[in-house]
């Protein structure tokens, strides 16, 4: 996606995973999508760094996750990567509408950020390869130029 | 994070005051609420209005509680923001398994008709 970027990185810690999120949130106000907008964009982020954190690096502290944020005239591209186990690409596929639960035995465990993901993504992608693990995902946004500071003292 | 409990009758009212209920806050999330529903607290309102942001672990800890519940009793939800309203959506979750309501009145209300 042709666009500006910023790279982020964090440390692979759960309580890590909102200083990304955050700063995605962030930039994508200053391009003009309102909080709840935001919010989705930033659950994705969370989302992928849990699993990425989980697990290609198994819980492990000390690893580095890398984050992409493309942001473009057609909406914007979110790219992680990592130096963790390889995801099986199956997960990826077999996430998707969500059970609506019927008994308390019905409850997910677990599994629920990759549905998140595909739910309020429009495309996502996964490929593993010489050690590298990259997941894009992408999404059509009307974006505007965020305001310029204004003029003068 | 700070959880604050009030009992109301029968029903505890526990506030959650923390902005964000994700990764970094759920296990003492999980284990309060635990301790509570282990301690013979069965109808519980959550007050999640001091919560901006919650994820798919802040989920799961509420899940965890519900299944800890069992059939013992019942947690209700009020005072969420639009967006934890759209998790609660997109994971279906506010279809059977949590009822959500507006305010304290009704979440009190409706627990102490159950």
Redesign the interface.
């Known amino acids: 996606m042709d666009g500006r970027s910023i790279r982020l990185s964090i440390d692979s810690r ?2 890590h ?2 200083l990304a ?1 955050l700063a995605v949130h962030g930039v994508v106000r200053g391009f003009g999508l309102d ?2 907008e935001a ?2 964009l ?2 994705a982020v ?2 992928a760094l ?1 699993n990425v ?1 989980r697990h290609a690096y198994a819980g492990r502290a000390g690893q580095p996750v890398e984050i992409l944020l493309t942001v473009g005239e057609a909406g914007l591209a979110l790219e992680l990567r990592d130096h963790g186990r390889a995801m099986d690409p199956g997960l990826l596929a077999q996430a998707g509408e ?5 008994s ?1 035995d019905d ?4 599994g ?2 990759l ?2 993901i595909k ?2 993504m429009d495309e996502v992608s996964y490929a593993s390869r010489e050690g590298v693990n990259v997941l894009r995902m992408t999404k059509s946004l009307k974006l505007t130029s965020p305001r310029e500071p204004a003029s003068g003292a | 994070m700070e959880l604050v409990r009030r009992d109301a009758g029968r029903v505890a009212v526990v506030a959650v005051r923390a902005p ?1 209920l ?3 806050t759920a296990p003492q999330f999980k284990s309060y609420m635990v301790e509570l529903a282990l301690g013979g607290a069965g109808r519980i309102a959550l007050d999640l209005s001091g919560v901006d ?1 919650m ?3 802040g ?2 800890s509420l ?1 965890s509680s ?2 800890t519940l ?2 013992r009793g019942e947690i209700v939800l009020f005072g969420l923001n ?2 934890l309203r ?2 609660f959506a ?4 506010d ?3 949590f009822r959500i309501f507006p305010g304290e009145a009704e979440a009190v209300a409706a627990l102490d008709a159950a």
């Open positions: 759960l309580d995973t909102a999120g909080e709840s919010y989705l930033e659950l969370v989302e849990t954190i969500i059970p609506e639960p019927r308390l409850l997910p465990e677990g629920l950020g549905a998140i739910q309020v | 964000r994700d990764g970094a942001f994820d798919s672990i989920l799961a899940m519900v299944k069992g059939n639009d967006k759209k998790l997109i994971t279906k979750l279809r059977g398994v």
